[in-house]
């Protein structure tokens, strides 16, 4: 990135952060011919980073801790008392299951190795503490790269908890259907085309909330899902990772609200999946080429009716419009069913 785009950035209050992470989006070019005559686009090569959502946590007496995964294979382990830079519970919705509690963190490490930054955010049973799920994000720095320098940044994404574990997996129905409401949170960069003016070829990166339905059909073994489709996909600038992206900085001009994500996979009988059949849709925008990866697993406890009470995983989706635009959608997803959301003889708890 030029020093003059950086000041350009800087000047529009910090909104502007160039470049998406570790180059996962690629820049289209559109610039005019010499016969005055826009050229036609080319088909991108988008290249979706598949996203492992699976790593080694615990949470003992309070204290959560995170293997973060290098991409050689190393592991680091922070937690929330020594690694903790700021610590929250206001802004999370209220727990939807009767008995929980939740906070979120935000955790960094400066070691001679590089420097990590991870927002994780966990949930438990007050009266069973092995009754818990972590989830969130980390970037991984190179060593002597300051924290604002995020595109040298390897991104990853995390779940776990013991209703995850791979040794005990669920046991599924061998038939029916079950649905799932719930969340999926991660970070949103737009790279604009040549229709968006002084802004086109540059980027805009921000943190995004959204909901996620999803349909398992246990007599096909199919799993159905849409982001956005329950409810409009919205920014949450500065929520988890502030000081990186500014807290209630602007919203990007291109705004992810009226996209919709819709996932399909078949899932094994160990209740897992993984998949590449995403489709992106948006309500003003044409879009011309979609490419994303989206992987999870049930859960091995079961709610009321019999079904795995919720699914988890993450995603990595990549999508180019025919003004030359891209965008990246890469984030962390949970969903439960109405079972495990209402209460026995109560009522369903607050999900906003």
Known sequence: MSEQ???INLMRGQRMLIMGMAGWIMVLSGCLGSGGSLPDIPIPTLTPVPQPFRTETTFVDGVLSIDVRYPDGRTRTLNTVRHVER?????LPRPV???FSSREWLLSENHYDGRIMAY????WNDADETDYLAGGWWLIYPPGVPY???DSATRGIFADGPE???ARPPDLPLTGTAAYVGGMSGLYTYHYGRAWGELAETSELTEFVGPMSLTADFNQNRLTGCLGCEGSIETAAGRYLYPLVPWQGD???ALPTDYELHFASSFGANGTFEDTAITVTHSERTITHAAGTWQ???SNVPDVDGNPRRVVGSTDVHFAEDDGSQGQFTGFFDALTPATLTPPGGRAGNTE
């Open 87 to 91: 610590s929250w519970g206001l802004y």
């Open 148 to 150: 604002t320098d995020f």
């Open 164 to 166: 995850l574990d791979p």
């Open 97 to 99: 299951q009767p008995n």
């Open 120 to 123: 994780v955010a966990a949930s």
């Open 5 to 7: 785009q950086k000041g």
């Open 296 to 298: 999870g697993q049930f």
């Open 251 to 253: 919203d990007p001009e």
